[in-house]
């Protein structure tokens, strides 16, 4: 019996996705089908104890010039440290986290390498490992495809 194949969704080359638990809405995000994890922007990143005595990861998700920004210090005790390859080759030592990211109003949890993208056009970055589990395909002609089919699922109020 041959396995079905799911149909794999177009995302553009650029998309606006949601952190639901974040209380992050509309961030702007580049799909890299050279990165194999993806990123998020955040600066303030401190490893402190937690109430229950275990290491916590503190951080400042976005920054002050993004239009969702809130100030709000967000922390995790679920983090890893991992070498990661940056576009240039080279390995940096990056804290990694599980977030949901939601695409075509669905939610997929996935892993973020935190760095300080503060010089980069877009504070998210979406990575193959990311593509491939949601079983997506990248045209780079397009954008925010994400956006676009769930603004054209909401019923219209006649």
């Given at each position: ?67 969702n920004f809130d100030g709000t210090l ?35 949890d996935t892993e ?47």
């Open positions: 019996m041959k396995k079905q194949r799911v149909p794999k969704r177009v995302l553009g080359r650029l998309e606006l996705v949601d952190f639901p638990k974040f209380q992050l809405w509309g961030v702007e995000a580049k799909v890299d089908t050279g990165a194999y994890t993806s990123a998020i922007h955040c600066s303030d990143i401190q490893v402190i104890t937690g109430s229950n005595g275990k290491p916590c990861l503190r951080v400042l998700l976005l920054d002050p010039s993004h239009p967000m922390e995790f005790t679920e983090f890893s440290l991992r070498d990661i390859k940056s576009s240039n080759g080279d390995a940096q030592e990056r804290y990694v986290i599980q977030a949901v990211l939601r695409l075509f109003g669905e939610d997929f973020f390498s935190l760095s300080d993208r503060s010089d980069m056009k877009y504070p998210v970055l979406l990575g193959r490992r990311l593509l491939r589990h949601g079983s997506f395909v990248v045209d780079v002609a397009r954008r925010n495809m994400s956006y676009k089919a769930q603004l054209a699922a909401k019923p219209s109020r006649t």
